[in-house]
C-alpha cells in the first residue's frame, strides 16, 4: 500500500469514526432532542408566525379603536370607584350599572382578600367624577353614599391622553437605548439584532394577547412593558455570551448549559408572578404580574427557538467562510 492510498485509507476510517460517533449520540437523544437540534430551521418559523399574527392583530385593533391598544381608564380618561362590602354580587351591579348607563363603558370586578370577598371596583370612561354611577349604586345598597366605605379616583382625558404619549416615547427610549448596549457587548450585527429582535417580539405579542384577551391598558401596564424588556434581554445576552464568546465545548453543549441556567430563571420568576398575581389585591399590581406572566412564557419561545436557530445560523455560516 502506497503513501497515497494509506492516505485515504485513514481518511475514510476517520469518517467511519465519525459517522458512529454521530450515531451513537443520535441514538443517546431523546424525541425533542432530536427535533430540537436538527430541525431548528423549521422551528424557527414558529415564532415569526407568532409575531406576524400578533402584528396582524394590533393592525386590526388600530383600525377598530385608533389605538393600538386598548386604554384603560388611567390612560383613556375616566374613574375607578372601589367599594368596600360583604356579600356582593357583581353580576347583579354590573347588569344594574349596564341598564341604567347604557352609553357608558363599565367594567365591575369582585375585591378579594384570600378567596374571601371584600368588595368591589368600578371603572368607566365616564368624566362626571362617578356620581351616576354612584347614584346608581346608592340604590342598591342606601347609605353608601358619602361613607368611608367607598373611594373614587379620577384622571382627566387630557392627562391620561398626555401620560399614554409620555409612556409611549419611554419604552422605544429604552429599547433604543438597550439596543446601542447589545451593539456595544457584541460588537456584531448578527448577534445583536437576534438579541434585538427577541425583545421587539416579546414587546409586541404581548401587546396583541393584552388587545386579544381585551384587557384595558393602565399605567401599571406601562410600567410592567418597560420591565419586560429587560426581562427579555436577560437571557438573551445570557444564550448570546455562552455561544459567542464561550469557546469551550460544542455548539448545542453550550446552548444546553445556557438554557438549563435559563429555565431556571424563568421558573423562578415566573412562580413569583403567578403567586403575586394569585395573591395580589390591587389592581395595579394585578395588570402588572399579568403582563409580564405572558410576556415571560413569549419569551421562552422567543429566546429558545427564535434566537438559537439565528445565532446557529449564524455560526454555521461563520464555520463555512472560516473553511473556505
Known amino acids: 500500500m502506497n503513501r497515497k492510498e494509506r492516505r485515504q485509507h485513514l481518511r475514510e476510517k476517520k469518517d467511519s469514526n465519525i459517522d458512529v460517533e454521530k450515531k451513537e449520540e443520535s441514538n443517546k437523544r431523546n424525541f425533542f432532542q432530536t427535533i430540537y437540534e436538527d430541525q431548528y430551521k423549521k422551528l424557527i418559523f414558529i415564532p415569526f408566525f407568532i409575531l406576524l399574527a400578533a402584528i396582524i392583530i394590533i393592525v386590526i385593533n388600530v383600525a377598530q379603536t385608533g389605538d393600538f391598544v386598548n386604554k384603560g381608564y388611567s390612560l383613556e380618561g375616566g374613574i375607578s370607584i372601589t367599594v368596600i362590602a360583604d356579600n356582593v354580587n357583581i353580576e347583579l351591579i ?24 371584600k368588595g368591589f371596583i368600578i371603572e368607566s370612561n365616564m368624566q362626571d367624577n362617578g356620581e351616576a354611577i354612584i347614584n346608581e349604586l346608592e340604590k342598591l345598597s342606601p347609605g353608601l353614599k358619602g ?33 446601542i448596549v447589545v451593539f456595544i457587548i457584541f460588537k456584531k450585527a448578527s448577534p445583536s439584532l437576534a438579541v434585538i429582535l427577541c425583545a421587539f417580539s416579546d414587546i409586541v405579542v404581548t401587546i396583541a394577547a393584552i388587545d386579544l384577551f381585551g384587557i384595558k391598558l393602565n ?89 438559537v436557530g439565528i445565532l446557529r445560523m449564524y455560526l454555521e455560516k461563520k464555520s463555512k467562510q472560516k473553511n473556505e
Open 219 to 307: 399605567t401599571a401596564g406601562i410600567a410592567a412593558l418597560l420591565m419586560l424588556i429587560g426581562y427579555s434581554v436577560d437571557t438573551d445576552i445570557l444564550l448570546s455570551t455562552r455561544v459567542i464568546k464561550e469557546k469551550k465545548g460544542k455548539v448545542m453543549t453550550r446552548i444546553y448549559r445556557a438554557l438549563k441556567t435559563g429555565l431556571t430563571m424563568n421558573a423562578t420568576t415566573l412562580v413569583t408572578v403567578v403567586i403575586g398575581l394569585t395573591l395580589s389585591q390591587s389592581t395595579e399590581l394585578s395588570q402588572i404580574f399579568l403582563i409580564l406572566l405572558i410576556g415571560l412564557i413569549i419569551d421562552i419561545i422567543n429566546t429558545w427557538i427564535q434566537n
Open 147 to 179: 361613607s368611608d366605605n367607598i373611594s373614587v379616583t379620577t384622571m382627566g382625558s387630557s392627562l391620561g391622553d398626555s401620560f399614554f404619549k409620555d409612556a409611549v416615547i419611554a419604552i422605544i427610549i429604552a429599547f433604543v437605548f438597550m439596543s
Open 94 to 117: 354590573e347588569s344594574t350599572l349596564h341598564s341604567s348607563l347604557p352609553d357608558a363603558e363599565i367594567n365591575a370586578r369582585e375585591l378579594s382578600e384570600a378567596g374571601v370577598s
